[in-house]
């Protein structure tokens, strides 16, 4: 069972939480409040012993690429929103057959630039 949205928020981000009346946590990088939060919250999680998915929302190539520097922490991740868009207004790393290979980024971080045409 998961936690719903805004009772995981509430839980995760509360120092009085005493453990989940579930089995895993489904954190989306953008709801959580940036990297660092989401950091945290993974780290909340498991120390109640729940299992961490980190999925997303229809999102820019660059926002994936950041999630993605999370994924040694994670037990599933579903990054594809990206996939989703028309065009995406960055250019980041290349995602081909829909994977992240953060060795493949130009520049620090994620490699977003903002396209120009």
Wanted: hydrophobic share 45%; net charge positive.
């Amino acid at each position: 069972m998961s936690l719903d949205r805004r009772r995981q928020a509430l839980m995760l981000r509360s120092p009085f939480y005493r453990g989940p009346p579930a089995d895993i946590a489904n954190l989306k990088l953008m709801k959580s409040g940036g990297l660092r939060e989401a950091r945290r919250m993974i780290h909340v999680a498991r120390a109640h012993g729940l299992a961490v998915m980190l999925g997303c929302m229809i999102e820019s190539n660059a926002s994936i690429v950041a999630a993605a520097h999370l994924a040694p922490l994670l037990d599933y991740a579903d990054l594809d929103g990206s996939l989703l868009l028309a065009e995406d207004p960055y250019a980041s790393a290349p995602l081909p057959n829909g994977r992240v290979d953060l060795e493949d980024i130009s520049r620090a971080g994620t490699g977003a630039q903002r396209r120009t045409s």
